[in-house]
């Protein structure tokens, strides 16, 4: 996964700022992508079926090692400044540390499994729009991985790379995500979705026609505040909607292998709120098998399709949706040449996404523009994206 040579105005700022603001040049200079989940909402924390993409958008990291144990973190941004000493990285983050909390859990994954202690110097900047929906966490994440790996001259496999990220938001950060996003940003590869089999971790690559499907990313720029709370609670209610199934259907290790007949016939057990979400989980399972199988066919109509419908079941059964994703969704999904829509990450705000015919992308950003600006007399943000590759060393 390494590539030399590449050079992108972030990596080139990255760099220029490592050197005005730690003194010296880098050691490396690494990429690690954000992710989009084309479908498979919340399924990765109830074991199921997700079919996320690696973004050709991401993180940009620069980093090298110190003689001493001081830690210094920075940003493009400025939304980073935290020197901390490597010995004092516990066992879980500071809430004062903001994001630095990310990289902060990656390096102990490192102290941990393979004795670092030396301080390190990074600077980090991107081009994912922070906090809504594309992972810039886990972009975040991989990208200090990678280049960890890379400093320490260590033969990690890449999804062990995986695994390192992802404990270090749940073991460190303390969110209780599912396995996807630090997966499909470690594991990605060009032109490719990920099958990812979240309750045995088994990956498939699917190949996407980018040629004749395009994917148009749209930024609502409404905060998800309230997602951290919200995504812990649909958590819990996920293990509980478990346990009440385990007892009147029988034992089963995850969530989504129950069906939606057997959700279905144990509706007065699990109370209304409990039946929506397990509902969700049983039928999102069998549009990403379908959307699977249409992708792989060149089905790009009845992809569009089951991503809409994905979209319908988090808004009515999961809750997790909101007026402003629900616009652009519904907004997009009657304009011609348009597949399907819905929104990405956790929601509750953050990115909504329209696959649709690559010949109608302006046309649909337009109209899209015009109503949500008419509706919230804000500007939404817009990017196509397509499938880039995994993480990589760029020098
Ligand atoms: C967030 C989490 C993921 C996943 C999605 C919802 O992005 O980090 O693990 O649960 O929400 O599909």
């Known amino acids: 996964m390494t590539e030399s040579n590449t050079v992108s105005p972030i990596a080139d700022r990255v760099r220029r700022r490592f050197?005005?603001?730690?003194g010296e040049d880098a050691s490396v200079l690494c990429f690690a992508p954000g992710r989009l989940n084309l479908i498979g909402a919340h399924l990765d924390y109830s074991g199921g079926d997700v079919l996320p993409l690696a973004l050709d958008l991401g993180v940009y990291v620069a980093a090298r090692l110190r003689e001493d144990s001081q830690i210094r973190l920075r940003s493009?941004?400025?939304s980073l400044a935290v020197d901390v000493d490597a010995g004092s990285v516990g066992e879980s983050a500071d809430s004062d540390h903001g994001w630095a909390r990310y990289p902060l859990g990656v390096y102990r994954e490192f102290a941990r499994s393979h004795g670092l202690a030396q301080g390190l110097d990074v600077v980090?900047?991107?081009d994912l729009p922070m906090g809504s929906g594309l992972s810039s966490s886990a972009a975040i994440e991989v990208a200090l991985a990678t280049a960890l790996r890379e400093l320490l001259g260590l033969d990690v496999p890449w999804l062990e790379i995986a695994h390192i990220a992802h404990r270090a938001e749940t073991d460190y950060v303390g969110v209780k995500c599912g396995i996807m996003d630090q997966f499909a940003s470690a594991l990605g590869r060009?032109?490719?979705?990920?099958?990812?089999?979240c309750h045995d971790r088994v990956v498939e690559h699917v190949p996407m026609d980018s040629a004749s499907f395009h994917i148009l990313v749209v930024d609502t720029k409404r905060s998800r505040n309230l997602s951290a709370t919200g995504f812990n609670t649909r958590v819990e209610e996920c293990t509980r909607a478990r346990e009440i199934l385990c007892e009147a259907v029988g034992e089963r290790t995850h969530l989504a292998a129950f069906t939606v007949a057997e959700v279905e016939s144990a509706q007065a057990a699990l109370g209304e709120r409990l039946y929506r979400r397990a509902r969700h989980v049983a039928s999102e399972m069998g549009r990403v098998e379908r959307a699977v199988a249409a992708m792989r066919a060149g089905d790009f109509p009845?992809?569009?399709?089951?991503i809409s419908a994905s979209h319908e079941s988090t808004r009515t059964d999961y809750d997790v949706s909101c007026e402003e994703l629900d616009l652009v969704t519904s907004t997009a999904v009657g304009l011609d040449g348009v597949f399907g829509a819905r929104l990405t990450g956790a929601g509750f705000g953050g990115c909504a996404f329209v696959?649709?015919?690559p010949s109608r992308v302006i046309e649909v950003a337009a109209v899209v523009r015009a109503r949500y600006e008419e509706r919230f007399g804000l500007e939404p943000g817009h990017a196509v994206?397509?499938?880039?590759?995994?993480?990589?060393?760029?020098?």
């Open 19 to 22: 050197r005005e603001e730690l």
């Open 76 to 78: 493009l941004d400025q």
């Open 124 to 126: 980090f900047g991107g």
């Open 190 to 197: 060009d032109g490719h979705a990920l099958l990812l089999h």
């Open 302 to 306: 009845l992809v569009g399709q089951l």
């Open 355 to 357: 696959v649709l015919d």
């Open 385 to 395: 994206v397509r499938p880039g590759g995994g993480p990589r060393v760029l020098d």
